[in-house]
């Protein structure tokens, strides 16, 4: 239940191996998302991607070759389950930072993960980080615009999604 938007949480490592088509010792910093996987897995074995699935696919950076894709990756948590006081939330991981808003849209989280990689400093209200916070608050919106994400309260995320039965069976 790793809900929470803290580099704890949401730095997983992705480890891939496929001799002659990943060069051996690759390593590429760009965050990468869970949602990215299955795009990527197409991208890498060439099948054309349905078009139903989300995600970017990161082949190119994979290989170790200069790509096109997003410096970031777009997370989030759409429904908290299993951990009371949650909220929904929404947030950008670059190479250096990590942004995080609330569904309420309260700026909730920033770090530099460079100058602060326990994310001790909390520098989402300073006002000396307000330009950067504006920037990686519009690019949030570019992103919950261009995966349709309509930051719904997780009742009307699970109507949305048409999984309201199954979810009230699990529960």
Known sequence: LKQWPWAESVNVPLIM??????PAATRDRTPFATVDVAPT???LAGIKQDDRIEGTD???????ETDDCPEEALLGLPAPIGIDGVPEWRGLRTPR???VRSRNGEQWLLYD???DPYQL???ALDASHRDLRESLDERLDDWLEQTEDQFL???NQLR???VVEEWNEMQ
């Open 17 to 22: 191996r496929w001799p002659d088509e990943i």
């Open 153 to 155: 309260a997780t009742k």
């Open 113 to 115: 993960n460079v100058e």
């Open 41 to 43: 897995l197409c991208g």
């Open 121 to 123: 400093h909390n520098r």
């Open 160 to 162: 949305h999604a048409g």
């Open 97 to 99: 930072y990590t942004y």
């Open 58 to 64: 990161r082949s190119r950076s994979v290989r170790g």
